[in-house]
């Protein structure tokens, strides 16, 4: 009876200091959400925990690290956008797809005459996709082309209207639209699913870049070349004051200094940032408030300063 009173003892004391780690776990997880640690190595500041709440009021999340000062986030976004220059000199474009000509040659769409002159037009031209001059010969219809391409990529066609604007179409960059030649076309809002039309060819790099910067899911789908080219003409003569393109900058060092200057300017709370094909896209989000900044072209770290061009998204 005695040993089974001291086995219960044990059990009891043993369940008490299960109880009491547990609740000390839950205290510093809490304690480290509220009062986090500034994530930059440098940091000489924001380590101190009595420094830390007399300035959790004061950081700015970069993709998911917490920076208790300007300083620290600008010297931890230049080793970001270092990173992300890299990144973009490595991407590459799926190529290993059926040529679009010859899809369209077996099933019964075109002629081989048809298609060597179609050719040989690209190839005077030096410019377009064949599915282009397929269209301006005659030879085949923007439908066809279009369902040809959504066979080639394994992608249903949207119908869109040349006419009216899709009500997402504002969701993405108008100059990242514009390159890619994409545009958002439906949002499940209950789903978070966003559907992009491609008219060229799916950019899957973009679509997963999409998903990290609106906290989405894609799904990519073919729409007609001169539909998207008149929509994405009336969306270019609108004003877009939530998104700015800067050209030719120098290096890391002078993106993160801009970057950290529209932080301050804004109030921004967090910036999310990925390299999408030849930009750094940025999205500063204060409340519910955003704000998209793109670099394109950026150079290697070391070369000399050049002068740095702000443009407005709508370019001719």
């Not at 997880?29 to 007399?54: D, E, I, T």
């Not at 950081?59 to 300007?70: E, H, I, K, Q, S």
């Not at 397929?134 to 990529?153: D, K, P, R």
């Not at 030649?181 to 008219?199: A, D, E, S």
Request: proline share 3%; aromatic share 10%.
């Amino acid at each position: 009876f005695r040993c089974s009173r001291l086995s219960n003892r044990n059990v009891t004391t043993m369940s008490v200091a299960r109880s009491n780690f547990t609740a000390l776990d839950h205290f510093w997880k809490n304690w480290r959400m509220v009062f986090p640690r500034c994530h930059y190595a440098g940091c000489a500041s924001g380590q101190a925990g009595w420094r830390r709440l007399l300035r959790r009021h004061m950081g700015v999340r970069l993709r998911d690290a917490w920076y208790c000062t300007p300083q620290c986030f600008e010297m931890a976004a230049r080793q970001i956008f270092t990173r992300m220059a890299n990144a973009i000199d490595r991407q590459n474009s799926v190529t290993h797809r059926i040529p679009l000509a010859l899809l369209m040659l077996s099933r019964g769409q075109l002629t081989q005459e048809q298609l060597l002159s179609a050719l040989r037009a690209q190839r005077s031209a030096g410019r377009y996709k064949i599915g282009y001059w397929l269209e301006e010969l005659g030879f085949a219809t923007e439908q066809q082309v279009t369902s040809a391409l959504a066979l080639q990529w394994g992608c249903p066609v949207f119908a869109l209207s040349a006419e009216a604007e899709p009500s997402c179409a504002r969701m993405l960059p108008v100059c990242m639209m514009e390159f890619f030649q994409m545009m958002p076309v439906h949002y499940v809002k209950g789903m978070r699913v966003l559907y992009v039309g491609f008219c060229e060819k799916i950019e899957y790099t973009v679509l997963y870049a999409i998903e990290q910067m609106l906290d989405c899911r894609t799904q990519p789908c073919l729409v007609g070349r001169r539909a998207l080219k008149s929509v994405l003409e009336r969306i270019r003569l609108k004003p877009h004051p939530s998104e700015l393109v800067f050209e030719r900058l120098a290096d890391a060092a002078e993106m993160a200094r801009i970057t950290r200057s529209y932080v301050l300017k804004l109030g921004a709370e967090a910036v999310r940032a990925v390299a999408c094909g030849v930009y750094v896209w940025l999205r500063l989000e204060a409340g519910q408030n955003s704000m998209s900044l793109l670099f394109r072209a950026l150079a290697t770290e070391g070369t000399q300063s050049s002068e740095i061009r702000e443009e407005s998204p709508i370019r001719g």
